[in-house]
């Protein structure tokens, strides 16, 4: 019998929006303790430039285990399909992170609301495997 491929569609994950603008906050109240007004003023606009061109990154949406360690990742901007494969698993319980090698393409980290809950433990099970 032929086990099914896991296929993973992604979400856009608000877990990691709010831990970013969190993080954000806390970075910008200490400098807040520590620069003049003026310098945390220029420290807040260029963080925030930051955190905007940081969402303008293409977001994976589906990402799907073909054999061994051959992973395809659909991105949504520009739209395309590229075959990785995987080098490590990470599994940090809220989120996961998986790396590839010998590619330019960055860690894929796979938040806990990016996916629905069959496929969150599924996801968990690969990365024990891997």
Request: glycine share 4%; hydrophobic share 50%.
């Amino acid at each position: 019998m032929v086990k099914p491929t896991p296929v993973f569609q992604l979400k856009r994950s608000r877990l990691s929006i709010v831990f970013q603008l969190f993080m954000l906050g806390v970075l910008l109240t200490l400098l807040y303790a520590l620069l003049s007004p003026w310098l945390w003023l220029g420290c807040v606009i260029v963080a925030l430039i930051s955190y905007g061109m940081f969402l303008k990154s293409p977001a994976a949406l589906r990402l799907e285990y073909l054999d061994a360690d051959e992973w395809s990742l659909q991105y949504a901007r520009p739209e395309q399909l590229v075959r990785l494969k995987l080098r490590q698993v990470i599994d940090h319980q809220f989120y996961i992170v998986l790396y590839f090698r010998g590619s330019q393409t960055k860690p894929l980290l796979i938040w806990r609301d990016q996916l629905s809950l069959s496929q969150w433990k599924a996801l968990k099970r690969l990365a024990l495997l891997i």
